[in-house]
């Protein structure tokens, strides 16, 4: 069986060559992993930090090929990540304006220094600019610190930047609502998002307001339009690693909803698991298994596989 599911996969990873593409780079918004292959069964050769910037040379399918450490490498195209483009009105990192940047932190750090206006001056006013209230409403608004949070420290205003590309400024976290039993599961399962995945934590919380025990002929699934994931008590009960995943999943939807895109249907679903997957194997790096989502996604094409028709 092994086997055949491998064989299933090698088949998938050959489909079509790689498209060459005009080289550009981009910026990882998290820590994200850089594979040898273009598939989630390929092994993780680099975790890339937060703030990197990587140049794609390439792409096959949903992956972008990465020239990185003399070697070429896969990013898959769904993680969080911008275009670096350097012209004037792009501009957001010292690198580009007076710092001579290299390396990874480097380039973190000239990020961070932009943001707070230090790029013409030394790392001493940093302190200085990150202790001042915040007065009146920048030219462009980029962080929560910005409009309703207090921030008197660095990291109070790293924090405020990424709730504000998270939409969290406003937001009091996912609301769960059932039996105390059903409240303590699904907050197990948040807690350890939270805590090994920090990043798609936020993501999950971006995308979901609520988490509803419902019967199931109420109707169990995410309600995109409510920004509602509805799951019946019984499927809670599998543990906090499952649902872990299956919240990120159905926030996943959510977010295809609300950026225009087709949120149901195969490719919708094909999406969501692979963001599921990526998430599980950060989560859960040990479980080559990962409840079985590398054998339903190999075989996603095959409707008795589709558990949403």
Not at 182 to 192: G, K, R, S, Y
Not at 263 to 282: H, K, P, V
Request: some cysteine; proline content about 4%.
């Amino acid at each position: 069986m092994k086997s055949k599911v491998a064989a299933a996969f090698f088949a998938l990873c050959l489909l079509g060559a790689v498209t060459l593409a005009e080289g550009y780079s981009i910026r990882l918004n998290w820590n994200t992993n850089l594979r040898v292959g273009p598939s989630l069964i390929d092994g993780i050769f680099e975790i890339a930090p937060a703030g990197a910037i990587l140049h794609v040379s390439g792409s096959r399918g949903r992956w972008l090929q990465i020239h990185r450490s003399g070697k070429e490498l896969w990013l898959a195209d769904w993680v969080g990540y911008s275009r670096v483009e350097a012209g004037p009105a792009d501009i957001d990192n010292c690198c580009f304006v007076n710092r001579q940047c290299s390396s990874d932190q480097e380039w973190v750090d000239g990020y961070w220094a932009y943001q707070v206006n230090e790029c013409p001056v030394g790392a001493s006013a940093r302190q200085e600019i990150a202790r001042q209230p915040v007065s009146g409403t920048p030219a462009v608004v980029d962080n929560c610190c910005y409009l309703d949070w207090q921030c008197s420290s660095d990291q109070e205003w790293v924090n405020g930047y990424w709730a504000y590309q998270n939409r969290q400024c406003e937001h009091l976290g996912i609301a769960i609502e059932g039996s105390g039993d059903f409240v303590a599961e699904i907050q197990e399962a948040l807690d350890l998002l939270q805590e090994r995945a920090p990043g798609w934590y936020a993501y999950a919380d971006a995308g979901l307001d609520k988490i509803k025990a419902v019967t199931e002929a109420y109707g169990t699934g995410v309600w995109v339009q409510h920004r509602t994931f509805n799951i019946s008590p019984k499927h809670v009960e599998v543990g906090p690693i499952w649902l872990a995943g299956i919240i990120v999943h159905d926030a996943c939807h959510v977010r295809q909803f609300e950026a225009g895109q087709i949120y149901y249907g195969l490719e919708a679903e094909r999406a969501c698991l692979e963001i599921q997957l990526d998430l599980l194997n950060i989560i859960n790096p040990d479980d080559s298994f990962q409840f079985g989502l590398p054998v339903i996604l190999a075989n996603i094409g095959n409707p008795q596989y589709q558990w949403w028709h």
